[in-house]
């Protein structure tokens, strides 16, 4: 048989039986329309979620600030050093604080009233920091106002609590310019914050927060300890590298900086692993299709067996049956594969058109798609194929016609 034959035959055998023949297609339509979408909407999905993390969370950098050596050593940040990063090129807002060592809170009370039956101090951090606190946090004001430069300047006596701490001390309302003790020293109350907008700082909301004039003062918390800067989009990692010169020119390398990813590192990296993962289900999807073509092939095979004997004893040898029967298969897996690669495309438009997305799809996939599809076929047609060449004459004319 020549391969003209060869190939006649196999279009022809596709033809015979067309419900068969369509429902087998149906399966690789199904396993490739499978792999376009989830990897189409998987790049869309991806391109949205690095979109996301760049503009809420690509522009947050913290600078720790090395407590002093010595008892009087000068600071390592001046508390007038933050208003050097403000004036960056980028910078949105910059706030910076002192606290209470960790594991050393400070006893705090909302009523000068001492009940011996009852516990009322709470052991909570304090912070002395400068006015800028809820802009550099992306913290809102659930009630009353923060402290601004004129009772920094004052040195007054005030204290804004955040929202944990000032559900640990009862207070929810300032309306009636309530006190809170601190380690026995009275603050008034003057607002409450909301939840703070970036989960890297958690401290201010479970702290009392006071002018670090007044902190300094009746507390001794001492010099600088955080500086949280906020910075305009792709703005972060010139920061980084600018803000400890600012802060510290003397002495830049001491202070440490814990700054953002590079955002297209983190956008490769996130629609990598989207991709990676739905790759893999769109890879099973391939299979279950394999099997269903095998499935089908083989039953195909047992269903013409006759032929196949009629075919032999005419002086078909054993690879013209099996290069028949794999030729069969392969062009099935051709036609699944245009016709999935097509509704794959179209799947991918209609749920970006739904969910007000850019469409992101991969043109070589889907121009390959085919091959992929014609793949499936030929691997999943070896064993039936095999199978059939392996039937004897006398055998195969026994069979069912």
Not at 137 to 162: E, I, K, Y
Not at 193 to 217: E, K
Not at 348 to 365: E, F, H, K, N, R
Request: aromatic share 2%; glycine share 10%; proline share 8%.
């Amino acid at each position: 048989m020549k391969a003209r034959d060869l190939i006649t035959e196999a279009v022809s055998g596709v033809g015979a039986r067309p419900a068969r023949t369509v429902l087998t297609i149906a399966g690789v339509v199904v396993g490739i329309g499978t792999l376009v979408t989830t990897l189409g909407v998987s790049a869309t999905a991806g391109n949205q979620i690095a979109g996301r993390f760049d503009a809420v969370t690509a522009t947050e950098i913290t600078v720790r600030v090395p407590v002093p050596t010595g008892r009087n050593a000068p600071p390592a940040v001046s508390w007038s050093a933050p208003d050097n990063v403000a004036r960056l090129n980028g910078v949105t807002a910059v706030a910076a604080w002192s606290r209470t060592p960790e594991g050393r809170d400070l006893p705090v009370r909302a009523n000068a009233v001492r009940d011996p039956t009852r516990i009322v101090d709470r052991l909570l951090p304090v912070l002395g920091s400068t006015d800028t606190v809820p802009a550099a946090t992306r913290s809102t004001l659930a009630a009353g106002r923060f402290f601004d430069a004129g009772h920094v300047c004052r040195r007054d006596r005030v204290a804004v609590l955040g929202p944990l701490a000032a559900e640990q001390l009862g207070l929810t309302r300032i309306d009636n310019q309530p006190a809170v003790f601190v380690d026995g020293k009275a603050y008034t109350v003057i607002g409450i914050l909301g939840p703070p907008g970036r989960p890297d700082q958690p401290v201010p909301a479970t702290a009392v927060i006071l002018p670090w004039t007044a902190a300094d003062d009746g507390l001794g918390l001492g010099p600088i300890s955080t500086v949280a800067i906020t910075t305009d989009l792709g703005g972060a990692q010139l920061i980084a590298r600018q803000a400890p010169v600012a802060l510290a020119p003397n002495d830049p390398s001491g202070l440490e900086v814990e700054a953002p990813p590079d955002p297209a590192t983190l956008r490769n990296g996130v629609a990598g692993d989207v991709s990676g993962l739905l790759l893999i289900l769109g890879l099973v999807s391939l299979i279950v299709a394999a099997l269903g073509i095998a499935n089908v092939t083989l039953v195909t095979v047992m269903e013409r067996t006759a032929e196949i004997g009629l075919r032999r004893a005419m002086g078909a040898r054993r690879h013209h049956i099996a290069v028949q029967f794999l030729l069969e298969s392969t062009v099935i897996g051709l036609l699944g594969g245009i016709v999935g690669a097509s509704a794959g495309i179209l799947a991918v438009v209609a749920i970006s058109v739904a969910q007000q997305w850019t469409p992101v799809v991969d043109g070589t996939l889907a121009a390959t798609s085919p091959l992929v599809g014609a793949l499936v076929g030929l691997v999943a047609g070896l064993y039936p194929a095999m199978r059939a060449a392996r039937m004897q004459p006398v055998d195969a004319l026994r069979g069912p016609a």
